[in-house]
Protein backbone atom coordinates (compact mmCIF):
# COMPACT_ATOMS: atom_id res chain seq x y z
CA UNK A 1 0.00 0.00 0.00
CA UNK A 2 1.12 3.49 -1.01
CA UNK A 3 0.58 6.81 0.90
CA UNK A 4 0.22 9.59 -1.80
CA UNK A 5 3.05 8.20 -3.83
CA UNK A 6 5.87 7.04 -1.05
CA UNK A 7 5.38 3.41 -0.09
CA UNK A 8 5.27 3.07 4.10
CA UNK A 9 8.50 0.89 4.54
CA UNK A 10 10.30 4.17 3.20
CA UNK A 11 8.58 6.73 5.83
CA UNK A 12 9.15 4.19 8.63
CA UNK A 13 12.80 3.99 7.47
CA UNK A 14 12.97 7.75 7.65
CA UNK A 15 11.21 8.23 11.17
CA UNK A 16 13.48 5.59 12.61
CA UNK A 17 16.36 7.34 11.86
CA UNK A 18 15.10 10.87 12.07
CA UNK A 19 13.24 10.35 15.26
CA UNK A 20 16.66 9.94 18.06
CA UNK A 21 18.14 13.23 16.59
CA UNK A 22 14.72 15.04 17.17
CA UNK A 23 15.28 13.90 20.76
CA UNK A 24 18.84 14.23 20.70
CA UNK A 25 18.23 18.28 19.29
CA UNK A 26 15.46 17.98 22.34
CA UNK A 27 17.34 17.14 24.81
CA UNK A 28 20.27 19.46 24.03
CA UNK A 29 17.73 22.82 23.85
CA UNK A 30 16.20 22.18 26.64
CA UNK A 31 19.16 21.56 28.89
CA UNK A 32 17.76 17.77 29.89
CA UNK A 33 21.55 17.17 29.12
CA UNK A 34 23.91 17.48 31.92
CA UNK A 35 27.91 16.57 29.59
CA UNK A 36 29.25 13.85 31.25
CA UNK A 37 33.05 14.56 32.70
CA UNK A 38 35.71 12.67 34.07
CA UNK A 39 38.31 14.83 35.91
CA UNK A 40 37.67 15.64 39.11
CA UNK A 41 39.29 18.79 39.27
CA UNK A 42 39.34 21.97 37.14
CA UNK A 43 41.29 22.88 34.06
CA UNK A 44 43.21 26.20 34.38
CA UNK A 45 41.48 28.38 31.78
CA UNK A 46 44.38 30.13 31.07
CA UNK A 47 47.59 28.36 29.60
CA UNK A 48 49.70 29.10 32.73
CA UNK A 49 53.12 27.29 32.81
CA UNK A 50 56.39 28.13 35.16
CA UNK A 51 57.82 29.95 32.58
CA UNK A 52 54.87 32.71 32.18
CA UNK A 53 54.89 32.97 35.91
CA UNK A 54 59.11 33.46 35.70
CA UNK A 55 60.01 30.54 37.67
CA UNK A 56 62.12 27.27 36.66
CA UNK A 57 60.45 24.00 36.69
CA UNK A 58 61.87 22.29 39.61
CA UNK A 59 60.96 18.96 38.50
CA UNK A 60 61.13 18.88 34.27
CA UNK A 61 59.94 15.87 33.63
CA UNK A 62 58.34 14.45 36.38
CA UNK A 63 54.40 15.07 36.95
CA UNK A 64 53.99 17.41 39.99
CA UNK A 65 51.65 17.64 42.86
CA UNK A 66 51.84 21.29 44.32
CA UNK A 67 50.36 23.12 47.27
CA UNK A 68 50.13 26.14 48.14
CA UNK A 69 51.67 26.65 51.65
CA UNK A 70 49.70 29.48 53.40
CA UNK A 71 51.61 31.75 55.65
CA UNK A 72 50.33 30.68 58.59
CA UNK A 73 50.74 27.00 58.83
CA UNK A 74 48.12 25.45 61.41
CA UNK A 75 46.59 22.26 61.79
CA UNK A 76 44.77 21.96 58.57
CA UNK A 77 47.92 23.13 56.91
CA UNK A 78 50.01 20.41 58.31
CA UNK A 79 47.05 17.52 57.80
CA UNK A 80 47.34 18.44 53.89
CA UNK A 81 50.58 18.32 53.90
CA UNK A 82 50.74 14.70 55.66
CA UNK A 83 47.53 13.71 53.03
CA UNK A 84 49.97 14.61 49.87
CA UNK A 85 52.51 12.61 51.26
CA UNK A 86 50.49 9.72 51.66
CA UNK A 87 48.56 9.71 48.44
CA UNK A 88 52.34 9.85 46.84
CA UNK A 89 53.37 6.98 48.98
CA UNK A 90 49.99 5.27 47.48
CA UNK A 91 51.30 6.03 44.35
CA UNK A 92 53.03 2.41 44.84
CA UNK A 93 55.33 1.94 41.61
CA UNK A 94 54.44 4.98 39.72
CA UNK A 95 56.17 7.42 42.67
CA UNK A 96 59.21 7.89 40.83
CA UNK A 97 57.18 9.86 37.97
CA UNK A 98 55.91 12.02 40.52
CA UNK A 99 56.98 15.01 42.66
CA UNK A 100 55.63 17.03 45.58
CA UNK A 101 55.94 20.54 45.19
CA UNK A 102 55.28 23.32 48.14
CA UNK A 103 54.98 26.66 46.55
CA UNK A 104 55.91 28.87 50.10
CA UNK A 105 54.91 32.51 49.96
CA UNK A 106 57.84 34.95 51.47
CA UNK A 107 56.08 35.33 54.21
CA UNK A 108 55.44 31.48 55.66
CA UNK A 109 55.87 30.34 58.50
CA UNK A 110 60.15 30.27 59.31
CA UNK A 111 59.31 27.14 61.29
CA UNK A 112 57.16 25.22 58.41
CA UNK A 113 59.63 26.46 55.83
CA UNK A 114 62.54 25.15 57.11
CA UNK A 115 60.73 21.41 57.41
CA UNK A 116 59.80 21.55 54.56
CA UNK A 117 63.40 22.11 53.45
CA UNK A 118 64.89 19.72 55.25
CA UNK A 119 62.64 17.00 53.91
CA UNK A 120 63.89 14.65 51.28
CA UNK A 121 60.20 14.32 50.08
CA UNK A 122 59.01 17.64 49.71
CA UNK A 123 60.14 20.42 47.21
CA UNK A 124 59.80 24.03 48.36
CA UNK A 125 59.87 26.83 45.64
CA UNK A 126 59.85 30.47 47.00
CA UNK A 127 56.70 32.18 44.88
CA UNK A 128 56.58 35.23 42.64
CA UNK A 129 54.50 38.72 43.92
CA UNK A 130 51.84 38.21 41.77
CA UNK A 131 51.69 34.24 42.35
CA UNK A 132 48.66 35.11 45.34
CA UNK A 133 47.05 36.97 42.34
CA UNK A 134 46.68 33.69 40.69
CA UNK A 135 46.02 31.04 43.29
CA UNK A 136 44.63 30.66 46.69
CA UNK A 137 45.94 29.64 49.52
CA UNK A 138 45.85 25.57 50.48
CA UNK A 139 45.32 25.41 46.38
CA UNK A 140 46.23 22.09 45.42
CA UNK A 141 47.43 21.56 41.38
CA UNK A 142 48.72 19.06 39.23
CA UNK A 143 51.21 20.18 37.16
CA UNK A 144 52.37 18.18 34.17
CA UNK A 145 56.34 17.45 33.13
CA UNK A 146 56.62 20.45 31.36
CA UNK A 147 55.47 22.98 33.56
CA UNK A 148 51.83 23.25 32.78
CA UNK A 149 49.69 23.69 34.93
CA UNK A 150 46.78 21.40 34.19
CA UNK A 151 44.21 20.89 37.12
CA UNK A 152 43.68 22.76 40.42
CA UNK A 153 41.66 21.77 43.63
CA UNK A 154 40.30 23.83 45.98
CA UNK A 155 41.77 24.76 49.12
CA UNK A 156 41.62 22.43 52.52
CA UNK A 157 40.52 25.82 54.56
CA UNK A 158 37.28 25.48 56.40
CA UNK A 159 36.75 21.83 55.40
CA UNK A 160 36.19 18.76 57.28
CA UNK A 161 38.57 16.14 57.97
CA UNK A 162 36.60 13.50 55.31
CA UNK A 163 36.11 16.39 52.90
CA UNK A 164 39.87 16.81 52.77
CA UNK A 165 39.96 13.27 51.88
CA UNK A 166 38.14 12.90 49.69
CA UNK A 167 39.57 16.09 48.12
CA UNK A 168 42.86 13.71 48.16
CA UNK A 169 40.99 10.89 46.88
CA UNK A 170 39.79 12.60 43.76
CA UNK A 171 43.26 14.22 43.05
CA UNK A 172 44.69 10.56 43.13
CA UNK A 173 42.07 9.57 40.72
CA UNK A 174 43.15 12.38 38.11
CA UNK A 175 46.65 11.84 38.54
CA UNK A 176 46.03 7.96 38.25
CA UNK A 177 44.30 8.58 35.45
CA UNK A 178 47.19 11.33 33.56
CA UNK A 179 50.09 8.75 34.44
CA UNK A 180 47.96 5.49 32.80
CA UNK A 181 47.78 7.51 29.91
CA UNK A 182 50.92 9.47 29.61
CA UNK A 183 53.82 8.52 27.95
CA UNK A 184 55.97 12.01 29.63
CA UNK A 185 56.91 11.64 32.92
Known sequence: MKLRGIPKTLL???FIFVLPILVAKLLLDQGWYEKGYTNKGVFFKEHLTYSHMSM????LG???VAYVLPQICQDDCLAQLALMRNSWMALGRKQDRVSLVVFVHPDSDPLIKQQIHNSDLYIWMKTPKDFAKRFHEQELMI????GKFILHYEGSKKKSESEKIMGNRD???D????LTFSKAG
Open 12 to 14: LIA
Open 56 to 59: RNPM
Open 62 to 64: LWQ
Open 143 to 146: IDPL
Open 171 to 173: LML
Open 175 to 178: LRKL
